[in-house]
C-alpha cells in the first residue's frame, strides 16, 4: 500500500501531463468555498479499481479514451489559501477537504484514499 501511496502523492505533486497541478490549471475556481471562505475547486482523477492508484487528473474531453473506458472516476475537493482581501496572509497551498466516487469503494481503496489524502495534506497543504 505504501507504494501505492506514494505514486498517488507524485500524481497530486507532479508537473507532468496526468499529473493534478497541470491538469487543473484551466479549471474553474470559486464556485464553492469552505468553512473559511477559501474558493474551492474539483480536481478530477482516474483510479485504478483495484490498488486505488490515481493514473491520470483531467477532465473528460483531455482524459485519453483508454483510461476513461479502464480505470474509475473520483474527485477530490480542493480548497486554496490564495491571498484575497479578507486573507492577506494566505499561504498559496492547497489542501484536499473532500472526495467523492462515481462507485462505492472497498474498505481497501477507503484506507489507501484516506492515508493518500492525509500524506498530502500533512506535507503540502495549509495548515487548518
Known amino acids: 500500500m505504501e507504494n501505492i501511496i506514494q505514486k498517488n502523492l507524485e500524481r497530486l505533486t507532479g508537473r507532468g501531463e496526468g499529473d493534478m497541478p497541470k491538469a487543473t490549471e484551466s479549471e474553474s475556481i470559486g464556485g464553492t468555498k469552505d468553512s473559511e471562505g477559501r474558493p474551492c475547486f474539483g480536481a478530477n482523477f482516474y483510479y485504478d479499481s483495484k490498488s486505488g492508484e490515481i493514473v491520470f ?66 506535507r503540502y497543504a495549509f495548515s487548518v
Open 57 to 122: 487528473f483531467g477532465v473528460e474531453p483531455n482524459v485519453p479514451k483508454d483510461i476513461l473506458l479502464k480505470y474509475s472516476h473520483g474527485i477530490f475537493r480542493i480548497a486554496l489559501d490564495v491571498k484575497l482581501t479578507h486573507r492577506p496572509n494566505a499561504t498559496g497551498k492547497n489542501r484536499i477537504i473532500s472526495h467523492h466516487f462515481d462507485f462505492k469503494i472497498n474498505d481497501y481503496l477507503k484506507d489507501v484514499f484516506s492515508k493518500t489524502i492525509q500524506e498530502y495534506n500533512e
